[in-house]
């Protein structure tokens, strides 16, 4: 059935940017076809009747991306577009287009916008908005749970991941700024390659670091052509995460975010069966003089 747009108007267009949740095409006798769409965010959902003058600007598809069109808003919700007013935002300013019908704990997406927000590099925070701001990714990991006992509720790798973060940014104290970001940004996305694994199996972290690379590698592939050492940095402390058994030492950021990302499961949780391995073989390759003389001194 299609939607009927009340034709009681607002006197100006809103641009409201939101993500694309339904599309269905419309047939228009030998014109082009009609659309009725969801599009939601954080705040507001409207059903939207678009109509398509032009070919070369058809939306066939949803979009894995934030939308931002241009609407004559009607009432309960209704609202008309024209595929002229459409834009795919790839670098959205903020994470908030994700809908809120499809998250867990809506407030996840508000606290992470904050904290990635306050970056005062914006080349790393439009890293972190192309990363998580496709629906495909970002709903996936704000809505995840970890394989851990006691972390299996939905919404739980998000908050670990923020919690792990924040810690990280904090310990950093007396790096410079960009470098204490890189290290945040760094552990905030350490365990996006979990959304690919199943909860109900045990965890193998060669897997959640091999597939957190490949989720990022698009991303990355940008912020290399703006950045190319904040690429290389986020590379290796994510590679360094899991890296049992290696004779090579550590850098320092990387030990920050390891032991960050134990505290945090330790507190969301009971103590994690393998932390105190981790952390005592951290320690201990760190403690070597002869290993570490001179590395990343001040």
Not at 255 to 271: E, G, K, N, P, R
């Amino acid at each position: 059935m299609s939607i009927v747009v009340n034709t009681t108007w607002k006197t100006e267009p809103e641009i409201f940017i939101g993500t694309i949740t339904h599309l269905t095409e419309i047939p228009n006798g030998e014109d082009l076809p009609v659309l009725e769409l969801t599009i939601e965010n954080s705040f507001e959902q409207y059903q939207v009747v678009m109509f398509q003058p032009h070919r070369d600007l058809q939306l066939t598809k949803i979009p894995d991306c934030a939308v931002q069109l241009v609407l004559w808003e009607g009432e309960r919700g209704n609202a008309v577009s024209r595929s002229d007013t459409v834009i795919l935002l790839d670098t959205p300013d903020t994470l908030l287009h994700l809908p809120e019908s499809q998250l867990v704990c809506p407030d996840l997406v508000v606290d992470i916008e904050l904290f990635i927000d306050a970056c005062p590099v914006q080349p790393l925070a439009d890293f972190v908005r192309r990363v998580l701001g496709r629906p495909s990714v970002g709903l996936r990991f704000l809505n995840g749970a970890m394989q851990e006992a006691g972390l299996r509720q939905p919404g739980c790798l998000a908050r670990h991941s923020l919690e792990v973060a924040t810690r990280s940014f904090d310990a950093c104290r007396g790096y410079s700024d960009e470098e204490r970001w890189l290290a945040a940004i760094a552990a905030l996305l350490h365990g996006l390659g979990r959304i690919e694994l199943p909860v109900n199996e045990p965890v193998e972290y060669l897997k959640v670091v091999l597939n957190t690379l490949g989720l990022l590698a698009p991303q990355l592939q940008w912020l290399g052509q703006i950045h190319p050492a904040a690429v290389r940095m986020i590379q290796f402390i994510i590679a360094s995460m899991y890296r049992i058994g290696s004779q090579k030492p550590l850098h320092p950021s990387a030990m920050v975010v390891q032991a960050s990302h134990l505290i945090a499961a330790d507190l969301q949780s009971d103590l994690m069966t393998s932390a105190n391995f981790y952390m005592n073989n951290a320690t201990t390759r760190w403690n070597e003089p002869d290993r570490h003389d001179g590395l990343f001194r001040s």
